[in-house]
T-cell receptor, first 113, second 112 residues
Framework: NAGVTQTPKFRVLKTGQSMTLLCAQD?????MYWYRQDPGMGLRLIHY???????AKGEVPDGYNVSRLKKQNFLLGLESAAPSQTSVYFC????????????FGSGTQLSVL | EDKVVQSPLSLVVHEGDTVTLNCSYE??????LLWYKQEKKAPTFLFML????IEKKSGRLSSILDKKELFSILNITATQTGDSAIYLC????????????FGAGTQVVVTP
């Protein structure tokens, strides 16, 4: 049982390049999330999805786009990477909302030079 | 705006010591508070608290919630080097509509 799987685990980009982070979950969860984690700032929500075909903005959405074409996958895109997007990115999923624990992927370390 | 504040930001203890971590929150229509442990990578779930005054316990870890004073405590007794991690507190409020608001975390280092 894989749980939540993120790819890639590490990536280095130059300013202005684009990339997509892939998140896949095998728990049939409705809700999926993308967080970024920066030192001293905890986890901040970028975008989230409450079901296949839906997406919504979180706390820090600027510079990112997402898509949820299939229930098990949630993609995070950076169209034109900036050094401020250097961070560790975590995908998570949950069965429902409000009273449900989140299951996290192992993270993607992204550096933008 | 929902707010979760953890203290201290970091601490160093010796093996065998007891650690107390604090989490205070301001959130509209509180529903639940969660604790996570983050070692190298993915945060792993520890506890979910919804009712005031009821202690949740798992081995040497325990946690309690005070909904009147808007805080929670996570205790770790007889600490081991394997307890070294970042401990994250997060809160659900009904206005946050299924989104967890995380605190900045407390970095715990347990030395042999």
């Amino acid at each position: 049982n894989a749980g939540v799987t993120q790819t890639p685990k590490f990536r280095v980009l130059k300013t202005g390049q684009s990339m997509t982070l892939l998140c896949a979950q095998d728990m049939n969860h409705e809700y999926m999330y993308w967080y970024r984690q920066d030192p001293g700032m905890g986890l901040r929500l970028i975008h989230y999805s409450v079901g296949e075909g839906t997406t919504a903005k979180g706390e820090v959405p600027d510079g990112y786009n997402v898509s949820r074409l299939k229930k098990q996958n949630f993609l995070l895109g950076l169209e034109s990477a900036a050094p401020s997007q250097t961070s560790v990115y975590f995908c998570a999923s949950s069965r429902g909302r409000g009273m449900e624990k989140l299951f996290f992927g192992s993270g993607t370390q992204l550096s933008v030079l | 705006e929902d707010k979760v504040v953890q203290s201290p930001l970091s601490l160093v203890v010796h093996e065998g010591d007891t650690v107390t971590l604090n989490c205070s929150y301001e959130v509209t229509n509180f529903r639940s508070l969660l604790w996570y442990k983050q070692e190298k990578k993915a945060p792993t779930f520890l506890f979910m608290l919804t009712s005031s005054g009821i202690e949740k316990k798992s081995g040497r870890l325990s946690s309690i919630l005070d909904k009147k004073e808007l805080f929670s405590i996570l205790n770790i007794t007889a600490t081991q080097t394997g307890d070294s991690a970042i401990y994250l507190c997060a809160v659900y409020g009904t206005d946050s509509w299924g989104k967890l608001q995380f605190g900045a975390g407390t970095q715990v280092v347990v030395t042999p």
